[in-house]
C-alpha cells in the first residue's frame, strides 16, 4: 500500500466526508442490526474548524477519517476525564476496507496523546458488535465496560436505546 499520512479534514473534504459516512451505514446495515444515522454538517464543520476531524491520505485518496474529541461525558461518565482523546466514528473508503487502519489510528493517537498530555486512548462502539470488539482487542485495547449514553439535545440520534462497549489503551 501507498505512504499513508494523517492529517486535519478540511472544509474541502465534506462532501468527501459524507459520501464515507454513508458508505459506512451502508456496511454497518449489512454486518449487523444497529447502524449510525447521518451526521449533521455543523457537528461536522466545528469538528473540522476545531482541527479534531482528521483524514488518513493513502496517495492521493482518502482511505479513512475519524474524528476526536478531549471530553465524552454522555459515554464515559464518571471515567471521563481531561487525560483522555476519545476516537469517534472511523469509516473506510469501501475500496480500501481490511486494510487495516486502525493500528495506524492508535499509533498516531499515542503520539497525540503524548504531545497532548494525555494518558488514555478511548473509542466506543454498539456492543453487540462482537466481531469489531475482537479487532479491538487485537489493535491493544482493553474491554473498559458498557455504557448506556446519556441522551442530550446535541446526541446523535442512533444513541436512544443502545448499549455500547467501552475500550481504552493507557499510552506509556
Same mark, same amino acid.
Not at 475500496?95 to 486512548?121: D, M, S
Given at each position: 500500500?501507498?505512504?499513508?499520512?494523517?492529517?486535519?479534514?478540511?472544509?474541502?473534504?465534506?462532501?468527501?466526508?459524507? =459520501? %464515507?459516512?454513508?458508505?459506512?451505514?451502508?456496511?454497518?446495515?449489512?454486518? @449487523?442490526?444497529?447502524?449510525?444515522?447521518?451526521?449533521?454538517?455543523?457537528? =461536522?464543520?466545528?469538528?473540522?474548524?476545531?482541527?479534531?476531524? !482528521?483524514?488518513?491520505?493513502?496517495?492521493?485518496?482518502?482511505?479513512?477519517?475519524?474524528?476526536?474529541? &478531549?471530553?465524552? #461525558?454522555?459515554?464515559?461518565?464518571?471515567?471521563?476525564?481531561?487525560?483522555?482523546? &476519545?476516537?469517534?466514528?472511523? @469509516?473506510?473508503?469501501?475500496? %480500501?476496507?481490511?486494510?487495516?487502519?486502525? #493500528?495506524?489510528?492508535?499509533? !498516531?493517537?499515542?503520539?497525540?496523546?503524548?504531545?497532548?498530555?494525555?494518558?488514555?486512548?478511548?473509542?466506543?462502539?454498539?456492543?453487540?458488535?462482537?466481531? %469489531?470488539?475482537? &479487532? &479491538? %482487542?487485537?489493535?491493544?485495547? /482493553?474491554?473498559?465496560?458498557?455504557?448506556?449514553?446519556?441522551?442530550?439535545?446535541?446526541?446523535?440520534?442512533?444513541?436512544?436505546?443502545?448499549? =455500547?462497549?467501552?475500550?481504552?489503551? /493507557? /499510552?506509556?
Amino acid at each position: 500500500m501507498n505512504c499513508m499520512e494523517i492529517c486535519n479534514s478540511t472544509f474541502d473534504d465534506i462532501e468527501n466526508i459524507f =459520501l %464515507l459516512y454513508a458508505a459506512a451505514v451502508d456496511y454497518q446495515k449489512a454486518q @449487523a442490526q444497529k447502524h449510525w444515522i447521518t451526521f449533521s454538517r455543523a457537528i =461536522l464543520e466545528t469538528e473540522i474548524k476545531e482541527n479534531r476531524h !482528521w483524514k488518513m491520505m493513502v496517495g492521493n485518496n482518502i482511505g479513512c477519517i475519524f474524528s476526536i474529541t &478531549y471530553a465524552d #461525558p454522555h459515554i464515559w461518565f464518571e471515567k471521563d476525564n481531561d487525560v483522555s482523546v &476519545y476516537i469517534h466514528r472511523i @469509516a473506510v473508503n469501501p475500496a %480500501l476496507r481490511g486494510t487495516g487502519f486502525v #493500528p495506524h489510528i492508535v499509533a !498516531w493517537a499515542k503520539e497525540h496523546a503524548k504531545k497532548t498530555g494525555r494518558k488514555y486512548i478511548r473509542i466506543d462502539a454498539f456492543n453487540d458488535n462482537k466481531k %469489531l470488539f475482537d &479487532y &479491538y %482487542l487485537k489493535c491493544g485495547f /482493553v474491554f473498559a465496560g458498557v455504557a448506556r449514553p446519556q441522551i442530550t439535545a446535541d446526541s446523535p440520534p442512533h444513541y436512544i436505546g443502545i448499549e =455500547l462497549g467501552l475500550y481504552e489503551i /493507557v /499510552v506509556d
